[in-house]
């Protein structure tokens, strides 16, 4: 999911990064987070147990891998601008200490795994319990659609924004389904975590669940 | 948060060369985005552009799993920091 340098255009380069700015500078403002410290301690621990998640790639057979990302979780747990701001930190130190992305990526990035797959999560959790009310089990299936089809839709726009790029030798029409369907098969697995880690803090700690305060 | 979370963090770090590095070299393992390229005759400019001495989450002089654990505290160290300088700014705001 991270792109390299060299797949985007400076077109959609600088697109992404306007749009990314402009969400986080409004996350930012909005979430007010030197007013609550209680939220502000849960984004760090967040955020360093979402970095080390995504160090445990489970490479697959065929050389590629497989590794937890996150954001419906974050989303999930602290709301969707909080969330937004977790996986916006964890991938621009993922970007800027460890080059894992590129730098004229990191805009594309972060919209993304710190946008879109937050927003997404956290939209289809908030729908999802609406819909069942709440307990164990719809907050289970909550985490696990947001945390499926987050990372699909995550997967898609990376899709349209490689496709796009005339760098990419392939259009959309090959770029999105491909990307859309391998997320959304090994986005079962992120699905899974995400529910299994929600359904068992809403019941050790549901404090800890502010997208449902 | 509680001093159990940041244990099982150091924990993950601490396993995480076992699929970073070494089920990786097993398989020949890439990233997705880099396989694609390669089979397209992209080019990665990453090596060409880079700033960082942990590139790939590498440690110079260290070998790939140490530096793969060293560059994960590197990694949550930093995250630590911010969110503590963050905290600290609150704390004078109020």
Redesign the interface.
């Known amino acids: 999911?991270?792109?390299?340098?060299?797949?985007l255009d400076s077109t959609w380069s600088i697109a992404t990064y306007i749009v990314s700015v402009t969400y986080i500078g409004y996350a930012i403002k909005k979430a007010e987070?030197?007013?609550n410290?209680e939220r502000?301690?849960?984004?760090?621990?967040l955020?360093?147990?979402i970095?080390?998640?995504q160090?445990?790639?489970?490479?697959?057979?065929?050389?590629?891998?497989l590794h937890f990302v996150g954001g419906a979780l974050a989303g999930i747990l602290l709301g969707p601008l909080l969330g937004s701001l977790t996986l916006a930190?964890?991938v621009t130190?993922?970007c800027?200490?460890?080059?894992?992305g590129?730098?004229t990526a990191l805009g594309a990035n972060i919209l993304n795994m710190a946008i879109i797959d937050v927003l997404v999560g956290y939209a289809i959790y908030k729908i999802v319990l609406k819909a069942l009310g709440p307990s164990t089990k719809t907050r289970f299936i909550g985490g696990f659609l947001g945390g499926w089809l987050g990372i699909t839709l995550a997967g898609i726009t990376c899709g349209v924004e490689?496709g796009l790029s005339p760098?990419?030798?392939?259009g959309v029409y090959i770029t999105v389904p491909v990307m859309g369907l391998?997320h959304l098969a090994l986005g079962v697995i992120e699905g899974i975590i995400t529910g299994m880690v929600v359904s068992y803090l809403s019941t050790k700690n549901p404090n800890v669940i502010f997208s449902e305060r | 948060m509680k001093k159990k979370h940041w244990i099982l963090i150091i924990l993950l770090i601490l396993i995480s060369p076992l699929f970073g590095v070494v089920l990786a070299d097993m398989v020949g393992y890439h990233e997705p985005l880099d396989v694609a390229a390669e089979k397209l005759g992209l080019k990665d400019i990453s090596d060409e552009i880079n700033w960082s001495p942990f590139y790939d989450y590498s440690v110079p002089g260290l070998d790939p799993i140490t530096g793969y654990i060293v560059s994960g505290f590197i990694g949550i160290g930093i995250i630590y920091l911010i969110g503590l300088l963050i905290q600290r700014i609150a704390g004078k705001k109020r």
């Open positions: 999911m991270h792109i390299p340098d060299g797949f987070i030197t007013k410290l502000l301690s849960l984004l760090t621990v955020a360093a147990g970095f080390a998640a160090m445990l790639n489970w490479p697959l057979p065929g050389g590629t891998s930190l964890v130190i993922q800027l200490v460890f080059h894992d590129g730098i490689i760098s990419f030798p392939y391998w």
